[in-house]
T-cell receptor, first 110, second 113 residues
Framework: ELKVEQNPLFLSMQEGKNYTIYCNYS?????LYWYRQDPGKSLESLFV?????AVKQEGRLMASLDTKARLSTLHITAAVHDLSATYFC??????????FGTGTSLTVIP | EAGVTQFPSHSVIEKGQTVTLRCDPI?????LYWYRRVMGKEIKFLLH????????ESGMPNNRFLAERTGGTYSTLKVQPAELEDSGVYFC???????????FGPGTRLTVL
């Protein structure tokens, strides 16, 4: 079974600081997703990464994928309070089932 | 366009009782998935429908869980009888085609006392 490890589980950071969330997975996959969830809300898709070396950026968030290392990162630049949420990575394989990491609960402190 | 909706948002029941969760996928999405997140753990796959047919139910924990999707539209997930370890957040997702991005609902938080 494909295993996905995400760390850290909890992240408290000050506004304006940078940090990276890591997502490791155990076997090859077709696609890697990053989702954001606000309390009581749906998981919102942030990025889809399809190939080795893929890098996508949206605002203060940047995601990258290294398929050889089986590693994806979500980098936060100059954090702001609005980024406080839980972030999940999910790996998809041909069978279409998603395998999720444990999630990272991010709190940005003013 | 309406997203994936789930009902109820919260449910608190006693051990041994029955609960039915409902998911309405995005209109036109043939693929419907159920996932569950137990407190502090990862979100885990339960099963996958293509229209009204179960494509993959390898994640269903045991025979106390029954999922249906009559008519290929909304789906229900029934837990009978509920046990303490069934507590968690149950997510539903849908996609237009197999392999496409999955769109998630807000989840149903189930608490079994």
């Amino acid at each position: 079974e494909l295993k996905v490890e995400q760390n850290p589980l909890f992240l408290s950071m000050q506004e304006g600081k940078n940090y990276t969330i890591y997502c490791n997975y155990s076997t090859t996959s077709d696609r890697l997703y990053w989702y954001r969830q606000d309390p009581g809300k749906s998981l919102e898709s942030l990025f889809v990464l399809l190939s080795n070396g893929a890098v996508k950026q949206e605002g203060r968030l940047m995601a990258s994928l290294d398929t050889k290392a089986r590693l994806s990162t979500l980098h936060i630049t100059a954090a702001v309070h609005d980024l406080s949420a839980t972030y999940f990575c999910a790996v998809a394989r041909t069978g279409n089932q998603f395998y999720f990491g444990t999630g990272t609960s991010l709190t940005v402190i003013p | 366009e309406a997203g994936v909706t789930q009902f109820p948002s919260h449910s608190v029941i006693e051990k041994g009782q029955t609960v039915t969760l409902r998911c309405d996928p995005i209109s036109g999405h043939d693929n419907l998935y159920w996932y569950r997140r137990v407190m502090g753990k990862e979100i885990k796959f339960l099963l996958h429908f293509v229209k009204e047919s179960k494509q993959d139910e390898s994640g269903m924990p045991n025979n106390r869980f029954l999922a249906e999707r009559t008519g290929g539209t909304y789906s229900t997930l029934k837990v009978q009888p509920a046990e303490l370890e069934d507590s968690g957040v149950y997510f539903c997702a849908s996609s237009q085609r197999r392999g496409n991005e999955q769109f998630f609902g807000p989840g149903t938080r189930l608490t079994v006392l």
